[in-house]
């Protein structure tokens, strides 16, 4: 039989296990702990993607570029490390790139001049089942004429 002191413990030690169990209820509640879009902007402005700031494994995934005030001349060109398309599992794009090589250990996709200076492109995917879990940082580039644009992002996969 256990006495006063070590049934207090207990007691103890169940409060702090429901207390915890609550907290994680309540995040999850909240949309805490699932999967979650983020945006960044470069300095000027001018780029902006959308990505996915917290993902699961065989969940859908994108990533959203869009340029402002892109020069109308001149194609538009981005390039996408090749390590991010596999692991965010980006398989289709819209609108599709007039060419598309590689450099190095990137994609370079390079899209018709746009008419209003306006520019937008959505990848789209799934994540692999068996995605490597934990954070990953890339970056997209964008060359517009003289203009290079260029923006970091970081991503956790979820189990």
Aim: net charge negative.
């Amino acid at each position: 039989m256990a006495g006063p002191r070590e049934a207090r413990g207990a007691r103890r030690w169940r409060r702090l296990g429901l207390g915890l169990l609550s907290l994680v209820v309540a995040a999850s509640c909240l949309g805490w702990l699932g999967p979650r879009e983020g945006t960044v902007t470069d300095e000027t402005g001018r780029l902006t993607v959308t990505y996915p700031q917290l993902a699961r494994s065989g969940a859908e995934s994108g990533l959203m570029v869009e340029v402002e005030d892109a020069e109308r001349a001149t194609p538009v060109v981005i390039e996408v490390p090749t390590a991010a398309i596999d692991r965010l599992g980006l398989e289709g794009m819209t609108p599709e790139p007039v060419v598309q090589t590689s450099a190095g250990d990137s994609v370079r996709l390079r899209f018709a001049a746009p008419r209003d200076g306006n520019f937008s492109v959505q990848f789209a995917g799934r994540l692999p089942t068996r995605a490597d879990l934990g954070p990953f940082s890339f970056d997209v580039r964008v060359t517009s004429g003289a203009d290079e644009l260029t923006v970091d992002m970081r991503t956790w996969v979820l189990p």
